[in-house]
């Protein structure tokens, strides 16, 4: 802070800083009547270049919020011409000036009012004043880099089509900060694709260059997982709704028509693919009719926002794969498994737990591990960025089998993150049986990766008995992938991965076995309900009985209550049963599995369809004692409301039922094995 800055500030508390005539002028500027501020400004030439407000601003400053090219224009040439120059680069108390508050205006004739007065006064001060456009403020940023930093494309547009005709020297100065700190990274990290596109194909040394935690863009957006389409959950309205929305015309924030899609060039073989708007009748309509659409509907334009994003970010990341060589540093001739190393007391198991804990608490306070940041492809991997690692490997294919300094490879990564799409492409490149053999600098196996819980994310499960089968599944699948003699191998703690999976899980066993016996409990008190009560319906017959015999007893309807109120009663003992099963049970870790998540998912199935064949027994009953006509409007709200309680059932256990719809893909999965293959393809067809 200047001195004349540090002295208006001791003034503040003893003398108003603002006079009644400047509050006037911070009011009309507030309410956006620039005429009233341009007036006021105007009477009051002296204070002209004083402290508008706490910022530090001056009236020209406030002036380039306006958007008004002529307002500037005039309340500049209200300033004395010897004047000028001084108040062109007068800065506020973050060292900007006029033109990096203009930055921030839509217009860019705002900065052709600036340029033209710079030229003037430059023709006659040529020896002693450098441009604006070279100035920096407190931070070390030029315009131009507020411009970058801040997404406005336009404005950085014009300004470096200044910095081109007007012969300002090196770009580059202009697009790094007094700390090195480049543009491209700035509109990365503020999700400015447009922006960060047109940099890199302006100059592709910025895509290489490493901020000051030595990330490369590529890096900073393999960080980023919620900017790509494969990390957006949508249901299925939205998810159609997306795909439906226009591919092409995309709008940036000043109206111009944005081609990065259209125009782009192989920079292996400097091929360019010219591809235009669609200019076809059909396309034209469909774009409006969404343009439309979009301005009425807020949801639709913020799904269409998100659909520019996604697409602005791969087609920012198609680009800086091509520049990205890390991969290249790879130590493939780290350890790969040839003999394993077998655990010191195989049988003693809670010994070996012992010694493996001291072993690592002692291994904690020797060496703290080093935070060693990762190649984008490992990264990539890690986050589960599908849109990335797919450019990658499609680009260099090579890069599959990158190892890293500790010893992890691109398999590692995606099994310690949970990552399953990932190793689907893995698996689609014919690469798993190369990769899975890879031990870390700790010892580890992919097994041992999968049974660590450092990374874990609970999934959009029902409950924690459901989270804990999808780790043991996943555990269980990886199993099957490796070498049997793979299990006994230990890391440099001496634990096997088995012995990680139980004393890492043994929180989640202890939730699960909590929230099991809750459910169960619960839901056998529920069942024994509704089999007292369609245990007592068998015994008073609707209508009554005539000699012991129901009056109702050659109706459609009696006959159909009678099955229904007997299948309610097989079913809810049934439920009982299950659920009783699960409360004696043990509860072991691999208890969950397979086993015990079934016996859930059958007892809400059983208990589920009692619930509903008591409310059609009760439906029965109602037509057969108050005898309601069909067309009448009160029937219907009768039946409604019989079903009202069954509705509410299926869709608080909605999600248990999608478990219990993936146990039965799971089921005809291993009946696949078995069954001959001309009978699965018959199913198939049918399908």
């Known amino acids: 802070m200047s001195e004349m800055e540090g002295s208006e500030m001791e003034t503040t508390e003893e003398i108003p800083l603002f006079s009644e005539k400047r509050k006037l002028a ?14 006021i400004m105007k009477n009051d030439k002296e204070n002209l270049l004083k402290w508008f407000d706490l910022f530090g601003n001056n009236a020209l400053h406030v002036a380039t919020r306006s958007n008004n090219p002529n307002l500037l224009k005039e309340l500049v040439e209200v300033v004395p011409m010897e004047d000028r120059w001084q108040a062109m680069c007068k800065e506020n108390r973050q060292g900007n000036t006029i033109l990096h508050e203009i930055v921030f205006c839509k217009k860019v004739q705002m900065a052709d009012v600036v340029f033209e007065k710079e030229d003037e006064l430059l023709q006659q001060h040529d020896e002693e004043n450098r441009p604006l456009l070279e100035h920096k ?38 697009l790094h900060r007094s ?94 693919d010219e591809r235009k708007l669609p200019e076809s009748v059909i396309s034209k309509i469909n774009y409006k009719f969404w343009k439309c659409l979009a301005t ?49 007391l195989p049988f003693n198991v809670a010994k070996r737990r012992r010694l493996s804990e001291s072993k690592r608490q002692e291994r904690r306070k020797n060496a703290k591990e080093s935070l060693r940041e990762n190649t ?33 490879n691109i398999l590692n990564m995606a099994i310690q ?145 009678t099955i229904m109120d007997v299948v309610a009663l097989a079913t809810s003992l049934a439920s009982v049963v299950v659920f009783l099963s699960i409360l004696t049970s043990p509860c072991e870790l691999w208890d969950f599995h397979k086993s015990l998540p079934r016996k859930l998912n059958l007892g809400f199935a059983l208990l589920f369809l009692s619930l509903l064949t008591t409310m059609l027994a009760f439906s029965a009953t109602m037509l057969l004692t108050i005898r309601l006509e069909w067309k009448n409007w009160t029937s219907s709200l009768i039946y409604s409301a019989a079903f009202f309680p069954v509705t509410i059932f299926a869709m608080i256990q909605f999600p248990v039922y999608v478990m219990a719809r993936l146990a039965i893909k799971q089921l005809w999965k291993q009946l696949k094995k078995v069954l001959p293959i001309r009978l699965v393809k018959c199913f198939a067809n049918l399908n």
């Open 137 to 174: 403020n407190r931070h070390g940023e030029t315009p131009l880099f507020m411009a970058a930093m801040y997404g406005k494309l336009k404005m950085l547009k014009h300004m470096a089509n200044r910095i081109a005709t007007h012969n300002m020297g090196d770009i580059r100065k202009h």
């Open 26 to 39: 911070q009011k009309a500027a507030m309410a956006s009547r620039w005429e009233v501020f341009k007036k």
């Open 417 to 561: 993150y949970r990552q399953k799409k990932i190793i689907r492409i893995i698996q689609k490149k014919g690469a798993l049986e190369s990769l899975f053999p890879q031990i870390t600098d700790k010892g580890r196996t992919i097994l041992h990766e999968v049974a660590r819980m450092d990374y874990y994310k609970p999934g959009r499960l029902a409950g924690v008995a459901f989270q804990l089968q999808d780790e043991l599944r996943w555990y269980d699948k990886v199993r099957r992938m490796v070498p049997g003699h793979y299990n006994m191998h230990c890391d440099i703690d001496g634990q096997t991965a088995e012995d990680i999976l139980e004393s890492e899980h043994g929180g989640m066993l202890t939730e699960a076995q909590k929230w099991l016996k809750e459910t169960a409990q619960s839901c056998s008190t529920v069942a024994i309900l509704v089999a007292t009560v369609v245990f007592a319906a068998a015994y008073t017959v609707p209508g009554g009985t005539e000699n012991g015999t129901p009056i109702f007893l050659h109706s459609h309807v009696f006959l159909f209550f």
């Open 376 to 408: 984008p492809l490992l990264m990539a991997a890690k986050t589960g960025i599908v849109e990335i690692v797919e450019k990658i490997l499609d680009v260099n294919p090579s890069a599959i089998f990158h190892v890293t300094k500790n010893g992890q």
């Open 296 to 344: 009425e509907f807020e949801g639709i334009d913020h799904m269409w926002k998100q659909k520019k994003k996604h697409k602005l970010a791969e087609c920012l990341a198609n680009i800086l794969v091509q520049y990205d060589l890390s991969w290249q540093i790879s130590h493939n001739g780290y350890k790969m498994i040839t003999l394993i190393t077998m655990p010191h």
């Open 179 to 272: 700390d090195n700190y480049s543009a491209l990274h700035a509109s990365v990290i503020g999700q400015y694709f447009d922006v960060a596109i047109w940099l890199v194909r302006m100059d592709k040394e910025l895509a290489m260059e490493k901020d000051d935690k030595g990330l490369t863009c590529l890096q900073l957006l393999s960080k980023m997982p919620q900017v790509f389409r494969s990390h957006t959950h949508m249901g299925a309205m939205k998810s159609l709704v997306y795909t439906l929305l226009p591919n092409d015309g995309y709008e940036i924030e000043d109206g111009e028509n944005l081609r990065l899609f259209k125009h782009r060039r192989d920079l292996e073989n400097g091929k360019t």
